[in-house]
């Protein structure tokens, strides 16, 4: 439990005139880090616990008694909830692909039953979740194919993508529908995003916005192409929200396991990566609606076992007793 006597100014009231500032929670964190997050955020996202495997193990069975919690949380402190994700190829239960014999099912089965899945969801929430992550890292990372091998696509082909939205908006018309991807700066797949988008737009799909995951590092995205693709998704009339936002001390492929605490290098220039980005993202406030954090602070992160197992990383405004680091003090001065 957070028992700091906080000074600083809360997030959502430096924000304030600017977006929504939210973390991705847990059951655990809501509890641990509960002082922080009802001081700095005023919108929350479920890590894991909205994800197909989490609610949805069995087909007849719905697990939402972790997803209920951060329900609860929200709902208590007058937090806005974003959903996360309702369509992914990655924690998804391998029943809605098969039959009972085993085998593949074919498209008109896999579209049902994502419906079913979408409507049972989404409508449990509705009025509640102000806008969902629809479909989550469909796009392929490299080459000439625009979107990623996956079961959703061998099965029910391109047009899973279009669906997925036509069921969320059935279930809560007036909920917001993104389309959720990483790597979503570097150019080749920014290129990738706005034509899936723009081929969405085209048809008529109910699409609202595009959520840029923002895993970045100290040293990538390089700020000119997160501009680009500020600007590149914009021109669609789309709103864009950050939706995964860290800045990891290590390069990606930086593999070391030796360091047991952030050098004072790595908290400089991570204070001056995240001021740099929020000056950027202030620039375009009437574009962008919501900054998520992947998290609140360095007590819990992903990044943690990713990319290498078992590795401390320190990518957040706060460390891991809550307090600010440099980085917070950069963009409060904005």
């Known amino acids: 439990m957070d028992n700091l006597k906080r000074t600083e100014k809360p997030l959502k009231l430096l924000f304030q005139e600017d977006f929504k500032i939210g973390a991705?929670?847990?059951p655990?964190?809501?509890?641990?880090q509960e002082a922080l997050l009802t001081r700095h955020f005023n919108s929350i996202t479920a890590e894991n616990e909205m994800k197909f495997a989490s609610v949805h193990p069995e087909e007849e069975v719905y697990t939402f008694e972790e997803a209920d919690l951060l329900a609860d949380f929200a709902r208590k402190h007058g937090m806005a909830l974003r959903g996360h994700t309702l369509v992914w190829h990655n924690q998804t239960t391998d029943w809605i692909f098969r039959d009972r014999k085993g085998d593949p099912v074919n498209r008109e089965v896999l579209l049902e039953r994502m419906r079913t899945h979408i409507h049972t969801v989404v409508g449990r929430y509705k009025g509640e979740i102000y806008a969902w992550d629809v479909v989550n890292e469909a796009i392929a990372d490299e080459g000439a194919e625009l979107l990623r091998s996956s079961r959703w696509l061998d099965i029910a082909g391109p047009d899973f993508i279009a669906k997925a939205?036509?069921?969320a908006h059935e279930a809560d018309p007036n909920a917001l529908l993104f389309y959720n991807d990483y790597n979503e700066s570097h150019p080749q797949k920014r290129d990738k995003i706005y034509a899936l988008a723009k081929s969405l737009l085209d048809r008529d799909i109910p699409i609202h916005g595009i959520g840029l995951q923002a895993h970045w590092n100290l040293y990538d995205s390089a700020l000119e192409d997160i501009r680009a693709a500020i600007e590149k998704y914009a021109s669609l009339g789309l709103q864009l929200q950050?939706?995964?936002?860290?800045?990891?001390?290590?390069r990606f492929d930086d593999k070391r396991t030796d360091l047991k605490e952030p050098t004072p290098d790595m908290l400089e220039i991570q204070a001056e990566r995240y001021e740099a980005v929020f000056r950027l993202l202030k620039e375009y406030r009437n574009e962008i609606t919501a900054v998520t954090f992947w998290g609140a602070a360095d007590d819990y992160t992903w990044l943690d076992d990713f990319p290498v197992r078992g590795r401390k990383n320190w990518p957040f405004l706060f460390d891991a007793g809550h307090r600010p680091k440099p980085a917070y003090d950069r963009i409060a001065a904005l």
């Not at 655990?28 to 641990?32: D, E, M, W």
């Open 242 to 250: 950050l939706t995964e936002l860290d800045i990891s001390v290590f």
């Open 165 to 167: 939205f036509e069921f």
């Open 24 to 26: 991705a929670v847990n």
């Open 28 to 32: 655990r964190t809501i509890v641990s």
